[in-house]
């Protein structure tokens, strides 16, 4: 479980006492700046106020604007609504069955010559297979994005989620590993994208590009150099919980095991696995009420459907949708936000069970995890 104390109050303390609250070069935010890029192992890290921040910074920086696009993974919205935020145009690419992360294949298909960036989600805990999705990003000289949100302690082949695109964007929402209430980082090894970034500022002059103004605060910087310190022993805590779920449904033929991608390591985020009864003849409804009867606590079809077919993208924002009033002269495509777009993230996403790792104290993983495996037994029983 998380600590919240005496290293907190000390930071904190400290930022009071330089009478300094908002962002100053060389205090507590920078500190914390430096202690997460050793943290990741890379050149540079620069906090921002939130996750989704880091995004839209990442997509400004990016060069996608009005009538470019961005590829993204549709199993959450977030790099989507970044790409929004710039007028810029998400696509989406398919996901693997089973990792649920993009699949380099659709990415590939996906590219057209509109195509500025990729925002890649390092999904609950685990990299996508970040080498090939690198590959393709260099042949095709696009900026590519981590969204790390769910990804610290998660590694590719001994490389720091975060480290392999241009650009990380972590998050330090409540839901997190680790949290500074709100806040985010960006990590990058591009020295040409920090200095940009840090020199991004609207203060009584008009900057010479677009700035944002996203920064951390001081205080925000206090939890999180002391919460960074903690970070390892609540990773390996989610981890176990994870553990004891992953085994609760070996040898079972109908619930079908997360996937790890090669060369990546698995950290606690979130359980997930997905159903397969129908093909062994059971009923997934009677199923839920043995879970819900059991008081195993398992989400079912994590958030229902592909972000593409939500209303923020078919009917809201998106310019290019026939229910959208807004209509970009310079974007016309036949690209459409429509119901088979990506089948396997369709297929997967009604299938889904999920369960937090986050602040579940380890007696209660144990618990619920035992309670899955009877369910697991009285559904099979009939
Ligand atoms: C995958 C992913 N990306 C981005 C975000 C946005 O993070 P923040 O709340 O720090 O803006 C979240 C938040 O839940 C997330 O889950």
Redesign the pocket.
């Known amino acids: 479980m998380r600590v919240f104390g005496d290293l907190e109050m000390g930071y904190f303390q400290e930022v009071l006492d330089s009478r300094q609250l908002g962002w100053a070069e060389g205090g507590m935010v920078t500190r914390f700046e430096r202690a997460f890029a050793h943290k990741v192992n890379c050149d540079y890290a620069i906090a921002r106020?939130?996750?989704?921040?880091?995004?839209a910074e990442a997509v400004s920086i990016s060069g996608a604007g009005t009538a470019l696009e961005v590829i993204c993974d549709p199993m959450?919205q977030?790099?989507a609504i970044?790409t929004i935020y710039f007028n810029a145009v998400p696509r989406f690419a398919d996901v693997n069955y089973d990792t649920y992360l993009m699949d380099p294949e659709s990415l590939r298909a996906n590219i057209t010559e509109r195509t500025r960036a990729v925002i890649v989600?390092?999904?609950w805990g685990m990299c996508a297979n970040l080498g090939e999705i690198r590959r393709i990003c260099d042949e095709h000289n696009l900026f590519m994005i981590e969204?790390?949100?769910?990804s610290i302690g998660a590694t590719y082949y001994d490389k720091h989620s975060g480290t392999i695109g241009d650009v990380g964007?972590?998050?330090?929402?409540q839901?997190?590993h680790m949290t500074t209430g709100?806040?985010?980082m960006m990590t990058t090894n591009r020295e040409d994208i920090y200095s940009k970034l840090f020199d991004e500022w609207a203060f009584g002059e008009s900057p010479s590009f677009m700035t944002l103004n996203f920064r951390m605060n001081e205080v925000t910087g206090a939890v999180g150099m002391a919460q960074l310190q903690h970070v390892d022993d609540y990773i390996a805590e989610y981890t176990e919980n994870l553990r004891h779920f992953t085994e609760a449904i070996v040898g079972c033929p109908w619930l079908r095991p997360r996937q790890v991608t090669e060369g990546a390591n698995h950290v606690g985020y979130q359980f997930a696995c997905t159903w397969e009864g129908d093909k062994h003849g059971l009923d997934f409804g009677q199923f839920q009420q043995v879970v819900r009867d059991q008081g195993v606590g398992l989400r079912f079809g994590f958030i229902g459907k592909p972000a593409y077919l939500f209303d923020l993208f078919r009917v809201s924002t998106a310019y290019n949708e026939p229910a959208c009033p807004v209509r970009c002269p310079l974007y016309t495509s036949d690209y459409r936000y429509r119901e088979g777009l990506c089948p396997v993230a369709e297929e997967l996403m009604p299938r889904l069970l999920t369960t937090g790792m986050i602040e579940l104290p380890p007696d209660e993983a144990k618990r619920r995890a035992e309670k899955l495996h009877n369910a697991i037994t009285i559904t099979a029983r009939g």
């Open positions: 106020n939130s996750a989704m921040s880091a995004l959450v977030f790099g970044a989600t390092n999904l969204d790390c949100a769910h964007c972590f998050s330090f929402q839901g997190k709100d806040g985010g």
